[in-house]
């Protein structure tokens, strides 16, 4: 299926997975510093962002969203790009290395290694978040006094500040009108780890992250069988926090250095 997206760069293939509920504009600010390296593919997700739902009766889950984006850089006539994903988009970047679909995977905070608590805490604070978009609450608010912004925001990045009005107003739309929202975060309670991968991965988290608590991140390096990166203040959702950082992460991971830390 076509998926909305922005590609720009040469090089290697790389594609970019936004999280649940966002969108692909997430990854403008580190976008030109990966154009540098390689051709950058970032992807709004089926029934996310701009991009057509899934066809009807087709489940959301990790497997068809991460089926559909295969499909879609095979259309673009790409084969095993090298893959990089935030919160679900991490998820779905290590089930495609599970796969051995993809050269080498990056994921930035990834869904799936939370405990039962956990969980319930992460989905009841999406499902809040969601109804406050749909009730037009958490644009006004994010969009009022830096107070108004810290608090709406403050659960996905470490430095609110630095969002543009533009870009909050824009993510508050896609989390308010994605149709693939309530049935992927109901798939996620049975999501367990994937399978180990079967090409090199990197995990990054926020040590600030207060969605998916930087914990979690323990259990994801005895999943990869190594050590997994703190992004130095640094939220859930990272790339606005520092851009340059996260692009080292990525870039690193992308030529197999992914086990240095960049600072």
Known sequence: MELAHDRRGSGPPLILLHGIGHHRHGWLPVLDLLAERHDVIAVDLPGFGDSPPLPYGTPYNVETLGRAVRDFWIGLGLSRPHVAGNSLGGYIALDLASSGDVRTAVALSP????????????????????????????????????????????????????????????????????????????????????????????????????????????????????RTLLLRGCGHVPMSDDPELVAQVILGGSILEGGEDPR
């Open 111 to 226: 869904a799936g290694f939370w405990s039962r608590a956990e969980h319930a805490y992460a989905r009841a604070v999406l499902r809040l978040l969601r109804l406050a978009a749909r009730a037009d609450g958490l644009p006004a608010l994010a969009a009022g006094t830096g107070g108004g912004k810290a608090l709406a925001l403050g659960l996905f990045v470490a430095r609110p500040e630095r969002l543009p009005r533009e870009a909050v107003l824009a993510a508050a739309t896609a989390l308010r009108e994605c149709v693939g929202f309530e049935e992927t975060l109901d798939s996620l309670a049975w999501a367990a780890p994937p399978a180990p991968p079967q090409v090199p991965v990197t995990i990054a988290w926020g040590d600030r992250d207060r969605l998916l608590p930087r914990r979690q991140a323990v259990r994801a390096a005895r999943w990869a069988g190594q």
